[in-house]
């Protein structure tokens, strides 16, 4: 039903086509006119995307899931909260350990939405309660359209990077509406999504896929391989991995003092500590129109891969431990 999740120990095969557009990005850059043909392919693909998370959200499911709002709420809050002020602490690196362009895209990478797909399969990996974390990263994921660019407004902006008004209607346009357009037409082309399920996972990869080569296309014409240095992207690596360790701690060890059950307790790991690589890209383009968006964009992809195998070993560890602890 969900999207398979990679196992620790055998490399992704979307990690492996990710790397193999940004090298293509680097040797075949986009430029001019076939820069902006492909832009608009991508903002195509991306609102396809959208349309389609809309017909698949049963809407039946979200509203049984609606009644557990402290669940909810300790999600967004971790998404929307604890990761924005990890993302402004992160500025004691700048400028020994991660340049001006890294540390904002640190930082914009803890303003994003969490993931979709990938909280909803880790959790139903881990036997947690689906239910709750359909409603909490779709949640997340439409009310990021908004909240995401004005915490972008108002964090960033004494970075020096311009934040227009449009920007938040550009994202509506492209994400949101899509995604309502899915959900209204449900009923109607619900089924069929559902049995079309593994090619049109093909428009989820090859999205996000066109979005990366625009993005490093772009890169390329500024010149952001010679801003990143072999040492700023170990080290870059290691604060990605630093910040996954301390929302996974956060959220596993914390929801346990707030008391929540087991099944609670994985939807708020998996849920609150993953963000979104499909959002994040196209927001990106039209947040930072001036900005290196190479350099911006790079800790998300960094920062997504690592979640995928990180939360997929936990997810199946808590999958084995289960038996013993919580009846199947």
């Not at 500025?91 to 303003?111: A, F, H, M, N």
């Not at 990366?212 to 690596?237: C, H, K, Q």
């Not at 039209?286 to 979640?307: D, E, K, N, S, Y």
Request: aromatic share 8%; glycine share 8%.
């Amino acid at each position: 039903m969900f999207s398979k999740i990679p196992v620790l120990g055998r490399l992704d095969p979307f990690l492996v086509a990710i790397l193999l557009t940004v090298a293509f990005a680097a040797i075949v850059p986009a430029d001019g006119i076939a820069l902006d043909t492909v832009a608009w392919a991508a903002k195509i693909a991306i609102g396809l995307l959208f349309f389609l998370y809309g017909a698949r959200l049963s809407t039946q499911e979200a509203i049984d899931g609606l009644r557990h709002w402290r669940l909810h709420l300790t999600i967004l809050a971790t998404t929307f909260v604890v990761f924005p002020l990890l993302g402004l602490a992160a500025k004691v690196l700048v400028p020994s350990v991660l340049s001006e362009p890294l540390y904002l895209g640190v930082l914009y990478l803890c303003l994003l939405p969490s993931t979709v797909q990938s909280a909803i399969a880790l959790v139903s990996v881990a036997r947690g309660n689906i239910p709750g974390a359909v409603v909490s990263a779709s949640a997340s994921s439409m009310i990021g359209i908004i909240v995401t660019p004005v915490l972008v407004a108002l964090t960033m902006s004494t970075q020096g990077v311009t934040f227009s008004g449009s920007a938040v209607l550009d994202i509506v346009l492209m994400l949101l509406v899509p995604f309502l357009a899915g959900q209204f037409l449900r009923r109607w082309i619900g089924g069929w999504v559902k049995e079309h399920g593994k090619p049109l996972k093909l428009v989820d990869r090859g999205s996000i896929l066109l979005v990366v080569y625009v993005a490093f296309s772009r890169g390329m014409n500024e010149g952001i391989w010679s801003m990143l240095s072999p040492g700023r992207l170990a080290a870059l690596v290691g604060v990605c991995a630093v910040l996954l360790a301390i929302v996974l701690a956060l959220t596993w060890y914390g929801s346990r003092k707030l008391g929540f059950s087991y099944e609670d307790r994985t939807a708020i790991l998996f849920c609150g500590s993953t963000k979104s690589l499909a959002t994040g890209l196209p927001m990106a383009t039209v947040l930072f129109p001036g900005q290196p968006i190479g350099l911006i964009v790079l800790p998300l992809m960094l920062f997504h891969q690592m979640q995928l195998l990180v939360c997929a070993a936990i997810a199946a560890r808590l999958a084995r431990r289960l038996p013993a602890a919580v009846p199947a």
